[in-house]
């Protein structure tokens, strides 16, 4: 029972990055996915979130309008494109698995925004 994250890496602010999330050992598609990220020095704090099914997505009033969540059940995966990215986008970012049987975390990937 597992998520991986991938996708991390040094980006200049204005630029993009996808992050990928990919689920092993568990139903999937029962479960909610999260990211969460996690800069220096701040608490954790919930970027997106997408429904088991993908039909309803929610944003942190930070990223509203640059980052889009996204999941393939078929493939297992969840998404997170970032667009326009910012400094303080800086942190390691973190797949969640979530429902009424489990919670499941992975290690994170870390995203770097600067020049």
């Known amino acids: 029972v597992q998520v991986v994250e991938s996708g991390g890496g040094l980006v200049q602010p204005g630029g993009s990055l996808r992050l990928s999330c990919a689920a092993s050992?568990?139903?999937?598609?029962?479960?909610?996915m999260k990211w969460y990220r996690q800069g220096p020095g701040q608490e954790r704090e919930l970027v997106a979130r997408?429904?088991?099914?993908?039909?309803?997505?929610d944003y942190g009033d930070s990223v509203k309008g640059r980052f889009t969540i996204s999941r393939d059940n078929n493939k297992k995966i969840v998404y997170l494109q970032m667009n326009n990215l910012k400094p303080e986008d800086t942190a390691v970012y973190y797949c969640?698995?979530?429902?009424?049987?489990?919670?499941?975390w992975g290690q994170g990937t870390q995203v770097t925004v600067s020049s």
């Open positions: 969640n698995a979530n429902n009424a049987w489990g919670n499941i």
């Open positions: 997408i429904s088991s099914e993908g039909r309803r997505r």
């Open positions: 050992g568990f139903l999937f598609s029962t479960f909610t």
